[in-house]
C-alpha cells in the first residue's frame, strides 16, 4: 500500500554562495571513531539503525549501479553486494579510516566496488545511477548543502531510481521534547567528536518533492524517532 506523501514547507531554494565551500574547505574528520563507531552504535541504540539500513534490501535487488554516501564503516554496502550479485558500487566518504574499513568488509566483492575519498557535494561523478543510498548521512548536512546535494544529484540518477534514505527525526506527541533533546545530544557528541558544526536535522522531503521526486514507501521506528524511506526520481532526467 503506497503511503501518505509528506507534508511540505515552502521550498526555498539554495543561495549561491559560501556555505558549500566552507563545508569542503573545513571537512570533519570521522577517521579516529572508525573503528568503535559500530560498538557505539550499539551501546547507544542496539540493532536499531542497522535494522533502518537493512528495511527496504529486499526492494532494490534489481539495481545495478549504486551510489553510497557517507556508508561509514561499510557494514551497509558489504550486505549489499553480497545480497545482489549484479551491482556495481561506487562508496564515497570523507574519511579515510571509513573508508579502509568498508574496503576490509566487502573484500569479496571488491570486483564491483570503487571507493571515493571526496566530499558528496564536489566529487565528479557520471550517471546514470539506478540507485542513490544515504543511510544517517544527510543529517550531517546544512539545510544549504542538502539542498546543493539533491541537485547535484538528480542529473546523475537513471529515470526511476532508487533513493533510500535512513535517519533521525522529531516524532510528534508526548515524545517530541525527549527526542528533541537526545538528538541535540548527539549532535553536540559528534561536534565534540569530529568537528562537525550541523546542530539540527534538515529537511530532505520539501527539496526532494520539489525536485520531482516521490516517497513510495516509509517505515518508523524506535517510537518514531528512526525513519526509513524509499523515493523514486521522476520519469524523465532533467535537461
Known sequence: ????????????????????????????????????????????????????????????????RALVLGDGDGRFTARLLATNAAVHVTAVDISAAMLALLRKRCAPNSNRLQTLRASALTVPLHGAYDLLITHFFLDCLTQADLEALIARSTPMLAPKALWVISDFRIPSGPLRFPARIYIRSLYLA??????????????YATPLAQAGFTRIAHHRSLAGMLTTELWQAPSQRPS
Not at 500500500?1 to 556555505?19: A, I, N, V, W
Not at 558549500?20 to 539503525?49: C, M, Q
Not at 559528534?190 to 529537511?203: A, E, K, S, V, W
Open 1 to 64: 500500500m503506497r503511503p501518505d506523501q509528506p507534508q511540505l514547507r515552502p521550498y526555498r531554494p539554495p543561495l549561491r554562495g559560501s556555505r558549500i565551500t566552507s563545508t569542503v574547505a573545513k571537512p570533519v574528520n570521522f577517521d579516529h571513531i572508525a573503528r568503535p563507531y559500530r560498538w557505539l552504535e550499539y551501546l547507544t541504540l542496539g540493532k536499531a539503525l542497522v535494522n533502518c539500513r537493512l528495511r527496504y534490501l529486499s526492494a532494490i535487488l534489481n539495481q545495478k
Open 190 to 203: 559528534f561536534h565534540i567528536l569530529t568537528g562537525l558544526r550541523t546542530t539540527h536535522l534538515p529537511d
